[in-house]
């Protein structure tokens, strides 16, 4: 396992390259690797387990009972998935977890992490506080989806992604991790209506694109 690599996500932050190997086997660490489409957590099932990212992406899916799918969030290398039913030993999830492309997925026993190692005190409570972190940012990652979903227009959806991205990534010329049909899915929208919109709006002077890049115009408006 390469402790370099975990010592820069945001799960093992802080902590030491050398105490990562220790830490790993008293959390009883496994490796698998998924192809992309493959199913690492399904809907039903209850998770003991929380997963990091080592390569390739994961995307964290809702399938109706008409087939109607809907994308909650995509992660990638270090970031983690599953830690919120790992902590809740035997609810079933709700969502599931499939590899967007070959991944390969670290497995860590949430229960051990929660009991803690007296031999690894001031690790583990590091690793404990990160983690904390990390739901806290889920939480926002969430109402953020909320937010951009709230708009009754689909371009007022397409606006409300779009410019935050392009803040986040301090930039009006961007890339995001979604494909068309994986975007529709984040905002709750017809994949076609999704495409005919972004037309439209290209066509408006409010934007450019190509496949999953963009670039914002000085004129963005909403309608």
């Not at 932050?13 to 990562?20: A, K, M």
């Not at 399938?63 to 809740?88: R, S």
């Amino acid at each position: 396992m390469d402790g370099a690599f975990l010592a820069g996500t945001a799960l093992f932050r802080g902590i030491q390259p050398e105490e990562i190997g220790r830490m790993l086997e008293h959390l009883g660490a496994s490796e698998r690797s998924y192809r992309r489409g493959e199913a690492v957590f399904l809907a039903g099932e209850a998770a003991s387990q929380m997963g990091l990212v080592l390569s390739g992406s994961v995307n964290i899916e809702l399938d109706d009972l008409w087939g109607n799918k809907q994308i909650f969030g995509h992660v990638t290398p270090g970031q983690v998935f599953g830690e919120t039913y790992a902590c809740v030993p035997g609810e079933p999830m709700l969502v599931s977890a499939v590899a967007d492309e070959p991944a390969a997925v670290l497995f860590l026993d949430m229960q051990r992490l929660l009991a803690g190692c007296p031999s690894l005190w001031e690790s583990h409570s590091r690793l404990i506080r990160n983690l904390v972190g990390i739901f806290a940012q889920k939480n926002l990652t969430l109402s953020q989806r909320m937010m951009h979903t709230s708009s009754k227009s689909i371009r007022g959806r397409l606006l409300s992604y779009l410019s935050m991205e392009a803040e986040r990534q301090g930039s009006r010329r961007f890339e995001i991790p979604y494909n068309r049909q994986q975007l529709a899915d984040y905002l709750s929208l017809d994949r076609s209506a999704l495409s005919r919109e972004l037309g439209n709006m290209k066509r408006d002077g409010l934007l450019d694109y190509r496949k999953n890049y963009f670039v914002l115009k000085e004129t963005l408006r909403h309608d």
